[in-house]
């Protein structure tokens, strides 16, 4: 499949394809995000939670941004599709340019945390469209960075219920909102970057991992 082409004919069909890919309808999906069987219908019914609902969706999101950001090699963080184009745009959110891979993995780690701080009622970290306070630099301190950022949101996750999942959020990012609202737009940002991510990797002549017949378990230490 040319992901380039499907990029430029039609972003949204990146996403789709993102969240078909996380549900399996493309492949079983790797074993460090899924379990080998997974549960039937009805099993799942039996103990579903709202919290656990959004937490098996953003494990398989997990999997597929941090094995992307392991992925790519040190010396193509730097890269940036489109150089120099799109200068003197003005859109609503984000960077004018396209992002470089780098600042695809920085954002995504900034807006977890961000989303976690306003899911517990805290300050979020300022300027996440522009990579956010964070020194991370380096790919390992930007893996680093990226893990303890899905360990942020899946606690603040955790804690969302029947009782309280549409209480009010305020906050810049993805405010005003409820509760149940912002852990939707969790689980739907980390797949549009993934969607972008993904063609970083191939444009580069790299497979995600998520697409290999074997993907690799995620590292825990850099």
């Known amino acids: 499949m040319n992901f380039t082409a499907l990029l430029k004919k039609s972003p949204l069909s990146v996403f789709v394809l ?84 780098v600042e695809q993995v920085k954002h995504v780690a900034c807006s977890n945390f961000a989303f976690a701080a306003e899911l517990d009622g805290a300050k979020p970290p300022e300027a996440c469209a522009k990579g956010g306070p964070d020194p991370a630099k380096t790919r390992n301190e930007l893996l680093t960075y990226l893990r303890d950022s899905f360990a942020a949101i899946r606690k603040s996750l955790s804690a969302i219920d029947a009782k309280n999942m549409f209480d009010p959020i305020e906050g810049p990012y993805a405010g005003p909102n409820t509760r149940l609202g912002l852990a939707t737009a969790i689980v739907w940002h980390n797949a549009d970057h993934y969607g972008q991510m993904t063609l970083y990797l191939r444009e580069n002549g790299i497979v995600p991992p998520s697409s290999r017949p074997n993907p690799p378990r995620l590292n825990e230490s850099y």
Do not use: I
Request: glycine share 8%; proline share 8%; charged share 25%.
């Open 18 to 101: 993102s969240l078909f890919c996380c549900l399996g309808v493309f492949s079983a999906g790797p074993a460090a995000a899924l379990p080998q069987q997974a549960p039937t219908a009805s099993e799942l019914s039996k103990k579903e939670t709202v919290a656990s609902a959004f937490l098996r969706g953003l494990k398989c999101q997990e999997y597929e941004v941090r094995s992307a950001a392991e992925a790519m090699p040190e010396e193509k963080y730097g890269y940036r599709p489109a150089e120099g184009k799109f200068k003197n745009e003005k859109p609503q959110f984000g960077p004018a340019e396209v992002r470089a891979f």
